[in-house]
């Protein structure tokens, strides 16, 4: 696996990593404010053709969009990433796609969980984004399509875009051919 962006600080074992996120880090394109940020920490690896991939993530959520999850990245114009984001106090479920603009789905979760367990399909340009507070019923928060390569990266993804870090965990990830 590699990493775009590490952070200054993270620990990975046998089933677990264990990041704390650097301040003022995002990815974000153009929409809303004009900017562009591609300083999101993203601990990826290639993945080719249809995959399945499936990761529960944790963490210590404090700052206005604070966020982790999983991330597929075609290019730094052409991405996907999903996971729990902070807003107003409350965690949400968050999707975000990117076809040069980026934009933005939220589903405010129930009594902040401890955990948010996500599944992410590819089927040819197809990503589906799926959600769960059990890792046994799933809920489907997203379908869209991505402009896709044979190759794309795939893996997980956090950021603190104002404030100043956080440490999450991901546990159990896994990416299945389809």
Request: aromatic residues 10%.
């Amino acid at each position: 696996m590699n990493w775009l962006n590490p952070p200054t600080s993270w620990h990975q074992d046998d089933r677990r990593l264990t990041v704390t996120t650097s301040a003022r880090t995002d990815f974000w394109r153009k929409t809303h404010d004009g900017g562009i940020r591609d300083t999101g920490h993203f601990y990826y690896q290639e993945v080719e053709g249809d995959f399945e991939l499936q990761l529960k993530v944790s963490g210590a959520y404090s700052e206005l969009y604070d966020q982790a999850g999983a991330m597929v990245r075609v290019d730094e114009a052409n991405w996907m990433k999903c996971g729990v984001e902070l807003l107003n106090g409350v965690q949400q479920a968050s999707v975000v796609m990117t076809r040069d603009f980026s934009d933005w789905s939220v589903i405010a979760l129930p009594q902040d969980p401890p955990s948010l367990w996500l599944r992410v399909r590819r089927h040819s340009t197809t990503i589906e984004v799926e959600y769960s507070l059990d890792d046994r019923q799933y809920h489907l928060m997203r379908q869209a399509s991505l402009l896709m390569q044979p190759s794309v990266q795939v893996g997980m993804m956090c950021c603190s875009p104002t404030g100043d870090g956080f440490t999450t965990t991901f546990e159990d990830f896994a990416i299945r051919s389809r």
